[in-house]
């Protein structure tokens, strides 16, 4: 079976949120051009960039996010296009493909793995922000507790260890979230 190009409704969806999940791997000056190019509604210029940032970096991508641009990419293509645009796309896809990849969390891993952040995370973060530490129930619960896990840490500039690091990196990935916040985090 074909798969079926996006959109421009999702192209313009998935260009809005992108950026912001691969903030934690872009650095800030090629982030800019991304989202300067995102804005200004172009999306190869902006998918060059991002996977061409990631490429040159060697930065990780999970499944999902490949899938992602993949999907975008394939978008891109159309029947009968100039040579350049499918060189263009050729090397983007191999640069994606080259990309080292984080595997997703399952739903079962998600629950697991949100429903340990008040006891890895508890004690470090001030006894007068903990109450934001809910314990999580259900998948609404789940994103909230890691965005104001994230959150804490950043704001107060709480050290965590690389595992730490990835497992908070996994759950923003599987919730669709941005890594943005990740960037504050000191590592331990």
Known sequence: MEAVALSEDEVAALMAKLPERLADRIPPDRLRTVRQDRDAGE????????????ARTDRPVSTRERAQLRELLRTF???GQPEWLATTLDGLRRALTGLP???SLSEPQIAEKAKTL???????????????????????????LTQATVRLLSRHRIPVTAAERRTLWLLLDAM??????????PER
């Open 77 to 79: 293509a159309k029947p």
């Open 176 to 185: 669709d979230l941005s890594r943005e916040g990740l960037l504050a985090i």
């Open 118 to 144: 008040r006891a890895t995370f508890g004690e470090r973060i001030p006894e007068t922000d903990r109450w934001e530490l809910e314990d999580a129930e259900d998948e609404q619960d789940w994103e909230d």
């Open 43 to 54: 999306w190869l210029e902006t998918a060059q960039v991002l996977i061409g940032t990631l």
């Open 101 to 103: 990849e984080v595997t």
